[in-house]
């Protein structure tokens, strides 16, 4: 009887063991999918950020080109160095506020679909923009 019991205590001993590496990598998944989640909504809320820089940089240089009577010129409007860096300091702070990481660069530019935002958070590529015809025009 006493092998048997013995056994028991083993076998009992073995699934616990077993239970415990089965929590711990379930723990270990749950925290990696929470950091992916994470990183992402940082990512998406760097991108609209910067992306809301380069719609005022857009609207303001309609402005200016109405108020001059002249022909707005977006492309370099948006290509100017303060806007991109403006773009820059939006998105690192709403990426920081998310959990993200600082953004190290953005790229803006103005094409036959519109005004496209670019960046790079984590090795994952976001990017957001809007409609704007005047790009289409040059």
């Known amino acids: 009887m006493k092998g048997d019991r013995g056994q028991a205590l083993v076998f009992v001993a073995l699934l616990l063991a077993i239970a415990a ?29 910067a992306t809301a820089i380069a719609a005022d ?7 200016r080109a109405a108020l001059a009577a002249a022909a707005p ?12 860096e403006d773009a820059r ?4 702070d709403l990426s920081v506020r998310n959990g993200g990481h600082v953004v190290d660069d953005v790229t803006i530019t103005c094409g036959a679909n519109g005004v496209e935002v ?8 976001y990017q957001a923009g809007f409609k704007a015809d005047e790009c289409s025009r040059r």
């Open 57 to 63: 940089a857009y609207v303001a240089e309609l402005r």
């Open 118 to 125: 670019v960046l790079m958070l984590d090795r994952v590529r």
């Open 21 to 49: 590496a089965v929590i711990s990598g379930l723990r270990l998944s749950q925290d990696a999918i929470l950091a992916r989640a994470r990183t992402s909504r940082a990512g998406e809320a760097a991108v609209e950020a």
């Open 89 to 92: 300091i939006a998105a690192s």
């Open 73 to 84: 010129d977006v492309a370099n409007a948006l290509a100017a160095p303060a806007v991109r």
